[in-house]
């Protein structure tokens, strides 16, 4: 795992490549996601895949992401980050949180997301 590495997860998923990020998970991969509404624990390759896309697709366009560092120590990777876009509905929305990765061997099989819970019930689609 490396900053790079990182970085370009980022980048394929604001670019909807989801093709790029499939085989970077572990196939027991397990993805928590903060918040009651859309949030919650996926477990699996397939599971947190189509949350990803889903997540996607509430915004037109999809979700924009900045990262602003990455930090690296032995199997586990954190990157801070902030994102916008505009929800299907027109709204305006943006975040701040950080991403926290642990890989085993060439795959990851943990991501756990720390974000601004609020702003998520505030504008988040429904």
């Known amino acids: 795992m490396t900053a790079d ?17 499939e085989p970077k998970l572990a196939d027991d991969v397990v ?31 999809g979700l924009a992401f900045h990262v602003h560092w990455v930090g690296i120590d032995g199997d586990r990777a954190v990157a801070q980050w902030t994102n916008k876009g505009t929800t299907r509905e027109g709204l305006a929305y943006a975040n701040r949180g ?11 099989v943990e991501i756990q997301d720390y974000l601004d819970t609020e ?8």
Request: aromatic share 14%; charged share 30%.
């Open 31 to 61: 993805f928590e996601f903060p918040g009651k509404r859309f949030g919650g624990r996926q477990e699996g390759k397939r599971r947190v895949m189509l949350f990803l896309k889903a997540n996607q697709r509430l915004f037109t366009g």
């Open 119 to 126: 702003r998520i019930a505030e504008t988040w689609p429904l």
């Open 98 to 108: 950080v991403t926290i990765f642990r890989q085993a061997g060439e795959v990851i």
């Open 5 to 21: 590495g990182i970085r370009a997860f980022f980048d394929d998923l604001q670019a909807s490549r989801f093709e790029s990020i």
